[in-house]
Structures are given as structure tokens and as C-alpha cells.
Nanobody, 123 residues
């Protein structure tokens, strides 16, 4: 069982930055692939970025070069650095854990979810 708690969301102007954090419980955090997803009103939940237990990463095309996913296994923490934010990035951002060591890119592959944190980017 893994419990996930996100923090760091907020309101920011276009071009600004935020850093999202996800605190995970459990002793096997390092074995999980972790992901950040987002969901805007009226849209499906989509992958933003994922990081495997070995550190391999995958990004949505819309965020490549702007967002960076990282993890600190010693602290059971997952991060998402959001730079050059755009109004289109406005959404609820969710942290998720997949019970697999390899990259997982679909929501269906993730077993544990946080409650989400709102990111709002004003123009």
C-alpha cells in the first residue's frame, strides 16, 4: 500500500514556474515507477511525465523542455519542476505510483493516486 500527498500547486502568471512535490509512504517507494498526470475541466486525465525505478523518464510532447520530473528515493519524494508555464497547463495535477519498475504511460497502469493539487496559470 502506498499513500501519496501532493503539494506545491498555486496560481502563477504565464512564463512563471512552480515546483510540485509528492510525499509517498511505504518502504518500497524506490521500486515503483512514478508519474505525474493532469486533468483539466472537461478533459481526460493525461500523462505529464513518468520516471521509472531506474531513473528513465518519459514526457508528454506538450511539456518537453519545460517540465522536469525527478525523485529522491532516500526521502520517498517525487518532484515536478514546471517552467515557462502556459495557460494551457492549467489543471489538477496528480501524483501516481505504478507497481512496476519500468516506465508506465497510461493511467490504467497506475495503482495508487494522490488527491491532486491545482495549478492555475493566468495569461
Amino acid at each position: 500500500q502506498v499513500q501519496l500527498v501532493e503539494s506545491g500547486g498555486g496560481l502563477v502568471q504565464a512564463g512563471g514556474s512552480l515546483r510540485l512535490s509528492c510525499a509517498a509512504s511505504g518502504r518500497t517507494f524506490s521500486m515503483y515507477t512514478m508519474g505525474w498526470f493532469r486533468q483539466a475541466p472537461g478533459k481526460e486525465r493525461e500523462l505529464v511525465a513518468a520516471i521509472s525505478s531506474g531513473g528513465s523518464t518519459n514526457y508528454a510532447d506538450s511539456v518537453k523542455g519545460r517540465f522536469t520530473i525527478s525523485r529522491d528515493n532516500a526521502k520517498n519524494m517525487l518532484y515536478l519542476q514546471l517552467n515557462s508555464l502556459k495557460p494551457a497547463d492549467t489543471a489538477v495535477y496528480y501524483c501516481a505510483a505504478a507497481g512496476a519498475p519500468y516506465l508506465v504511460t497510461t493511467p490504467q497502469g497506475y495503482h495508487y493516486w494522490g488527491q491532486g493539487t491545482q495549478v492555475t496559470v493566468s495569461s
